[in-house]
């Protein structure tokens, strides 16, 4: 048990689907975080959300759209995506009273978009 | 900015071998430094940290220590096991408060194999 609950495990969608990725955390964290990971390339952050605002968009495609409605849950909306958007996409959560707190990740949905 | 580099993998040992995995960085303040570990189809879990110079994180067997003079938080295993593969990433965070979350910098993560 992570802490951190991520649906999917799996996604296979087409270019034209539009689907959503779900993340639910009850370590009562205020921070959220979605990364993006890539075979052969670093973790990318995408987006952050700090009390249910988003502080962070790291020029991410407009076809990728967050939405975190309570501190507990964070969604992350995907339509049109390219080939190359297939990845392992992982979601965490954190403090936000404190700096150097670890992060705490879920177990990623694996997205193949076809 | 921050960074943080690693050696590159994978790494290959036989089982009872010693592990060390080099990770050294460069911050502006006094950062934390991590070492999360990520098992195939995880997500990346916490293995130990450190939030000030000199200090020593351990856990399962895995240690590192802070090292400001050299910049460095190397990660080392005395004895590794089959249970042990899985990928390593060493990362950062500032310890002064950044607005509300974790300004993480990651290394690009090491691939450890281990053979029976």
């Known amino acids: 048990e992570t802490g951190v609950t991520q649906t999917p495990r799996h996604l296979v969608m087409g270019m034209t689907n539009k689907k959503s990725l779900k993340c639910e955390q009850h370590l009562g964290h205020n921070a959220m975080y979605w990364y993006k990971q890539s075979a052969k390339k670093p973790l990318e952050l995408m987006f952050v959300?700090?009390?249910?605002?988003?502080?962070e968009n790291n020029s991410v495609p407009s076809r990728f759209s967050p939405e975190c409605p309570n501190s507990s849950h964070l969604f992350l909306h995907l339509h049109t995506l390219q080939p190359e958007d297939s990845a392992l996409y992982l979601c965490a959560s954190s403090p936000t009273d404190r700096g150097g707190s670890p992060l705490h990740f879920g177990n990623g949905t694996r997205l193949t978009v076809t | 900015g921050d960074s943080v580099t690693q050696m590159e993998g994978p790494v290959t040992l036989s089982e009872e071998a010693c592990l060390t995995i080099n990770c050294t960085y460069t911050a502006t303040g006094y950062p934390s430094l991590f070492w999360y570990v990520q098992y195939p189809g995880e997500g990346l879990q916490l293995l130990l940290k450190?939030?000030?110079?000199?200090d020593k994180g351990s856990n399962k067997g895995f240690e590192a220590t802070y090292r400001k003079e050299t910049t460095s938080f190397h990660l080392e295993k005395g004895s590794v096991q089959v249970s042990d593969s899985a990928v390593y990433f060493c990362a950062l965070t500032e310890n002064r408060y950044s607005g509300g979350y974790q300004k993480v910098t990651f290394g690009t993560g090491t691939k450890l194999q281990v053979i029976p």
């Open positions: 450190a939030t000030k110079a000199d």
């Open positions: 959300y700090n009390f249910k605002e988003q502080t």
